[in-house]
Nanobody, 126 residues
Framework: QVQLVESGGGLVQAGGSLRLSCAAS????????MGWFRQAPGKEREFVAA????????NYADSVKGRFTISRDNAKNTLYLQMNSLKPEDTAVYYC???????????????????WGQGTQVTVSS
């Protein structure tokens, strides 16, 4: 059974940092593009960051560019999101996702992803 499990969320003050992890099991995701999305209360799910299978290609939402860094460790089958300079507007449930499309891709559209985690809550207080 394929599973993506996020961890590392929590409550942090504005300006603080968190590191999210997404552990994959059930199959290797070393050849899978992966991404992070988030959903705030009352809002639609939105793209945060994406990375290709090698880690050499990345893309970020404008709202997080320069503050967040996506990375992966294929040996550990794990995806990361380092979040710095957090703002109250970053408060949301964060989801990791994996795609079965070409490994060279960096995808911003949620419909390009086939596997999703259950999410981890990030709350940033002002």
């Amino acid at each position: 059974q394929v599973q993506l499990v996020e961890s590392g969320g929590g409550l942090v003050q504005a300006g603080g940092s968190l590191r999210l992890s997404c552990a994959a099991s059930g199959r290797t995701f070393a050849n899978s593009p992966m991404g992070w999305f988030r959903q705030a209360p009352g809002k639609e799910r939105e793209f945060v960051a994406a990375i290709n299978s090698s880690g050499g290609g990345t893309n970020y939402a404008d709202s997080v560019k320069g503050r967040f860094t996506i990375s992966r460790d294929n040996a550990k089958n794990t995806l990361y999101l380092q979040m710095n300079s957090l703002k109250p507007e970053d408060t949301a449930v964060y989801y990791c996702a994996a795609s079965t499309l070409t490994r060279f891709g960096v995808y911003v559209d949620a419909d390009k992803y086939d596997y999703w985690g259950q999410g981890t809550q990030v709350t940033v207080s002002s």
